[in-house]
């Protein structure tokens, strides 16, 4: 029997992608549901037990001013909480947490009920679709669930095999079926998928750890949160705990290179550089005498203790063993092994600006099927896919971010125009602008679109619009006031800073870059809106606006200049074979991308600007495009 | 944006012709036209007279415009017809770019005549290979091979300003743990070694230009010398007043000639002393200021106890006197004696063992681009020195890359990522 169930909207998967792309199109008024293989997964956490760090607490903060949840459930579920890189440059600042990740699991399914989004569990197989247009999704068991638009966040599961040295399992996840059907009926329609793979350590149990030998480490003392909706943050502050690898560990390692599955000679799918696996840095970095491993609780007096930095896929014994060689882990013992895992994804190249498919109507792609790793980059697609499936629905405009905007900008753009063989994962030096792109003012970059879609409550709004302006007034008092030497100078000589002989603008003496704000008496932004978070960072944002102020102008410089190429569109019809004078290689590349505007086309890898003059030469644009 | 370039073939020539296209043509050239004003007409020729930023005239010529769309870029185009001196169209170019133009790239005006509907589309074939062109524009100027060892050059710069982004990137971006001890300095000492190898990159093209553009030598020294007389014996013909009085020659006169190719502007000036008149007083100031401004200065019957590197120092009148002074070179310019060795030292002074074999940086762009790139390697090594934030250290260093990738090839934010991978052990 045919069930016959009629939605505006469905997501498939309730990984972080799957979770952030129902919630919003729910939230904009779409009548969404969501269906994933187990109800009690979603919003599970794969891998390590925390959210943010470097780049990652970027994206966190973007998502959450575009009405995502990951922030705020991060914050609700914090064990311990750190900014990372503090002493250095401050658009690399990174907030993160350390999770309890059943009390996220836990808050995310309530919050789904709570809301009213409808979640359902099953398997979907297949899509229906008519006249290159989604119309409905095929579930395993024969039933079928018509709708207008589709999101697939299918993460790891697709043909997922899980490796343990020789040992391999048909699995999604360490105890979850994979899903099967969906990359076989994509395939059939033409979309073309690879393979790429991941892996995680092993989880070990807290009572057979000798935590004496390891050394202790807490998050800040002033933990900031994730979410501008956090009011109070006062989190717990659970420790974790360093161990080192030795000599001995790395020995044991290459002699039993043989029983990992990735040096056992099987071909296997690319993993990712950055995340490598024990037996990669022993084998690769033979210089280190040492690597850093990090115990980390999982939950709240968790028994189950996550290995950071000993991912593998050697054989079990072998892992252990290993271990075992750490001084304070003698007699460990294992809840489960490390292992990685294979998995189909899509290439990103399919898709629109927007996540929709260039070749289906209303089919949104979100997450590690992107060929992406880690939960912030697939909030991330998922907020932006939730939003212009709705957004497809409701017959408006969709939301592009550009690379200027945010983090997620660079990802999107990234992923649509290079082709991924190794899963990708964000790095700040990935963003050209990197020092626009802060962590404190994601509020300023991304409250428009908040508007613009209605993602975000009044009252949110209304705090964040505040809390820009009050940065702006301050930096303009900043650069209007003066301060006498007789003010200043006590505090510049305790620097080792070059004393001041007449009045100055403060901004001139902020620019030195030993002072801080603080050095300055200025009266405070207190305000009943805000609360001290936004407060501290109204001072940080200032100061920073202030001290960057030459970088960032020359980048803004920079953007405007580059801005009518990202309006100049190339049709979609539009035929390649017929210039001549460009290389055969930018050729394809420009056939197999289809870059949507001139802007996309120059950012192709190994895309020479004479192909572009002569591209602009075909297009018939005239020089200088009228701007709106 | 408007785009400028010397439309007739570099050299010496009688007329030489610059042309401006852009909206803002007109008012760029304004900027630099002296006496009445400019009005915006369509093709109605005007002479007029060329001032530089101090409001001296340094040529007249006559400006022809051309207003959108009926011109053959079809935007307003305006073309100066100046003296076909390689020294003048510099100096047109430059005022150009000093009030907002860029270079046209080669093929460039064609290229918006296409773009701007100006030529048929069955045209498209032949203008895009121009454009191609460009990156073959060595093959005009026959020094093709030499592109290579250009970019050969400028690419291990590049390689050794990615490394250090790179180093400093697993640092910003990768790893938690506190700063690598000793990046500063490492860093700091590369840009610097960079900066030497960028600056004689930058030297190399100021003497090839001196074959394109020419090079000012001023005959300065004390009143009597016997400058003005060099001054005939050089270009060889009576051009400037010779007297046994002092003072004679007031103002700056000027005259091209050539030494091996190399063009020469050569400026005799007011000899040196106290000041009589008020006019003479004029013309020593005028003497001092082309001292400062000339590419090469040969100073008559002085040598300072710390000799300058512009300075060529000449004892004259060798055949009457003698000296123990160490002088560069001794000369009778009234005999003729010396003169064609003093001509080689020019020679070798301003381009030294170069010749136009070694020409790297061929064009003006190039050699903006090095210099731009070596501008933010400097602030990179100012805010290393300050322990300002290394981000921007970054930033500087990344622009100065994408500097040098305007004359090589692209570098992508992957290309460091990829060095960063190859040289860490990135991840926990
Ligand atoms: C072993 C492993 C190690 C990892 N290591 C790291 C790491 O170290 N660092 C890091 O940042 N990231 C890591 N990740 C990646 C991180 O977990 C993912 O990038 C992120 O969770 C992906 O989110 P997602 O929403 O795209 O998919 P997932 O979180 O994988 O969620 C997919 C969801 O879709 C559902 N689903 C799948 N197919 C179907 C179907 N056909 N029908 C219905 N429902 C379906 C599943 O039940 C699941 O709920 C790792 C992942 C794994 C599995
Ligand atoms: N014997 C001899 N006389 C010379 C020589 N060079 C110039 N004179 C004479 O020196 C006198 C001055 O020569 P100028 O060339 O006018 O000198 P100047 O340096 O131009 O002088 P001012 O223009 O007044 O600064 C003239 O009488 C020349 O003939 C030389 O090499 N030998
Ligand atoms: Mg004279």
């Known amino acids: ?628 | 944006m408007a785009i400028v370039a010397c439309s007739t073939p570099p050299g010496r020539s009688g007329i030489a012709v610059v042309r401006l296209s852009g909206k803002s043509a007109l008012g760029i050239v304004k900027t630099f036209v002296g006496g009445g004003s400019l009005k915006k007409t369509h093709l109605s020729p005007s002479l007029v007279e060329l001032v530089d930023k101090k409001r001296r005239v340094f040529d007249q010529a006559v400006i022809t415009q051309y207003l959108s769309p009926n011109s053959y870029t079809g935007e307003d185009l305006v073309e100066i017809s100046c003296h076909g001196n390689p020294i003048i169209v510099s100096k047109i170019i430059d005022l150009c770019i000093e009030a907002g133009a860029e270079i046209a790239e080669p093929g460039e005006f064609t290229k918006k005549a296409f773009l701007n509907g100006k030529m048929d589309l069955s045209e498209a074939e032949s203008v895009s290979s121009i454009i191609h062109a460009k990156s073959l524009a060595g093959v005009r100027s026959g020094i093709k091979n030499l592109k290579g060892a250009l970019s050969g050059s400028v690419i291990k710069i590049k390689k050794s300003i990615i490394s250090c982004v790179a180093n400093l990137e697993f640092n910003l971006d990768i790893s938690e743990e506190d700063l690598q001890p000793n990046i500063i300095n490492t860093t700091l000492e590369e840009v610097k070694a960079q900066i030497v190898v960028l600056e004689s990159l930058t030297e190399s093209f100021k003497e090839s230009q001196f074959f394109q553009e020419g090079a000012s030598i001023v005959l300065a020294g004390p009143p009597n010398a016997g400058k003005s007389t060099l001054f005939n014996a050089l270009i060889n013909k009576k051009h400037s007043i010779v007297t046994k009085e002092e003072g004679t020659t007031r103002d700056v006169v000027e005259k091209n000639f050539l030494i091996k190719q190399l063009p020469i502007i050569l400026k005799d000036t007011a000899g040196i002393r106290g000041g009589q008149s008020e006019a003479e007083k004029q013309g020593i100031l005028k003497s001092k200021e082309e001292i400062s401004s000339a590419d090469l200065v040969i100073m008559f019957n002085q040598k300072p106890q710390k000799p300058l590197s512009k300075h060529l120092y000449v004892f004259n009148k060798s055949d009457i006197n003698t000296t123990t002074d160490n002088y560069d070179i001794h000369i009778s310019a009234k005999e003729n004696k010396n003169i064609s060795k003093l001509k080689d030292l020019i020679y070798k002074r301003l381009v030294g063992d170069f010749s136009l074999g070694e020409v790297l940086l061929t064009s003006k762009r190039q050699s903006r681009s090095v210099l731009a790139a070596s501008e933010h390697l400097k602030m990179a090594s100012v805010l290393l020195k300050n322990g300002d934030s290394l981000e921007l250290v970054v930033e500087d260093l990344n622009c100065c890359i994408m500097e040098l990738d305007k004359i090589t090839n692209k570098t992508s934010r992957d290309d460091i990522l990829e060095s960063v991978f190859s040289s860490f052990c990135v991840g926990k």
Not at chain 1, 11 to 18: E, K, M, S, T
Not at chain 1, 328 to 353: C, M, T
Request: hydrophobic residues 35%.
């Open chain 1, 1 to 628: 029997m045919k069930r016959k169930t009629n939605y505006a909207v469905v997501v498939v998967g309730g990984g972080h992608a799957g979770l952030e792309a129902a919630l919003i199109s729910h939230k904009r008024g779409v009548k969404t549901l969501l269906v994933s293989m187990d109800k009690k997964s979603v919003g599970r956490t794969s891998c390590n037990p925390a959210i943010g760090g470097l780049a990652k607490g970027q994206m966190v903060k973007e998502v959450d001013v575009l009405g995502g949840i990951m922030g705020f459930f991060a914050d609700m579920s914090t064990l311990q909480s750190k900014t990372l890189n503090m002493s250095k440059g401050r658009s690399v600042w990174s907030p993160r947490s350390q999770i309890d990740k059943k009390l996220y699991e836990k808050i995310a399914q309530q919050h789904a009920k709570a809301v009213g989004l409808d979640v359902f569990e099953g398997e979907v197989v297949g899509l229906n679709i008519k006249k290159n247009r989604v119309c409905g999704v095929k579930l395993k068991g024969g039933d079928e669930i018509s709708c207008n638009a589709v999101v697939l966040t299918c993460g790891t599961f697709l043909n997922g095999l899980i490796h343990i040295g020789k040992k391999q399992i048909h699995a999604g996840r360490y105890g979850e079926e994979r899903s099967k059907g969906i990359t076989e009926f994509l395939n059939s329609i033409g979309l073309t998928s690879g393979r790429l793979k991941t892996g995680t350590p092993p989880r070990i149990k807290k009572s057979s750890v000798n935590w004496g030998a390891g050394e202790e480490d807490f998050g800040d003392k002033n933990p900031k949160p994730l979410s501008y909706r956090t009011k109070n943050f006062k989190p717990k502050d659970e420790p974790c705990f360093s161990f080192r690898t030795k000599k001995e560990t790395h020995e044991m390692i290459l002699e039993n290179l043989h029983s990992s599955a990735m040096y056992s000679g099987k071909s296997m799918a690319k993993g990712p550089r950055y995340c490598p696996s024990i037996e990669d840095k022993v084998y690769k970095f033979k210089q280190n005498p040492s690597h850093l491993l990090q115990l980390e609780p999982e939950w709240t007096r968790s028994e189950q203790i996550y290995v950071n930095g000993f991912s593998t896929s050697l054989s079990e014994d072998v892992q252990l063993k290993c271990l075992q060689t750490v001084s304070g882990l003698e007699r460990v013992e294992f809840i489960r092994p490390g292992y990685a895992i294979e998995y189909d994804f899509f290439h990103p190249s399919q898709l629109k600006n927007t996540l929709e498919s260039k070749a289906i109507d209303g089919l949104f792609l979100a997450g590690q099927i992107n060929g992406t790793s880690g939960y912030e980059e697939a909030s991330s697609q998922g907020i932006i896919a939730g939003i212009n499936a709705s957004c497809f629905v409701l017959n408006e405009k969709p939301l592009v971010l550009k690379r200027e905007d945010a983090y997620i900008g660079v990802l999107i753009d990234d992923l649509i125009l290079k082709d991924t063989n190794e899963p990708y994962r964000m790095f700040t030096s990935r963003a050209e602008y990197r020092l626009q792109l802060r962590s404190s003012n994601a509020d300023q970059r991304l409250l428009k679109y908040a508007k613009e879609y209605n993602l975000l409550n009044d009252e949110t709004i209304e705090t964040l619009l505040h809390k820009i302006e009050k940065t702006e007034q301050l930096v303009k008092k900043l650069n209007e006031t003066s301060i006498k030497p007789v003010e200043i100078n006590e505090r510049l000589a305790f620097l080792g800073e070059n004393e001041i002989k007449e009045s100055q603008k403060i901004s001139n003496i902020l620019k030195r870059p030993p002072l801080t704000i603080k050095d300055f008496k200025i009266k405070n932004t207190r305000s009943k809106l805000l609360n001290n978070f936004m407060e501290d960072e109204i001072l940080f944002e200032a100061e920073t606006l202030i001290k960057y102020s030459g970088y960032i102008n020359r980048q803004q410089e920079e953007i405007d200049k580059i801005k009518v190429y990202e309006e100049m569109i190339i049709p979609n019809n539009f035929n390649y074979n017929e210039i001549k004078s460009i290389s055969n290689e930018s050729r394809e590349k420009f056939i197999n991308i289809k870059p949507q505007t001139v802007g996309q086309a120059q950012r192709i890898n190994g895309i020479r600007p004479s192909d572009i003059s002569i591209l602009l030469v075909y297009l018939r644009r005239p020089f200088h495009v009228k701007q709106k």
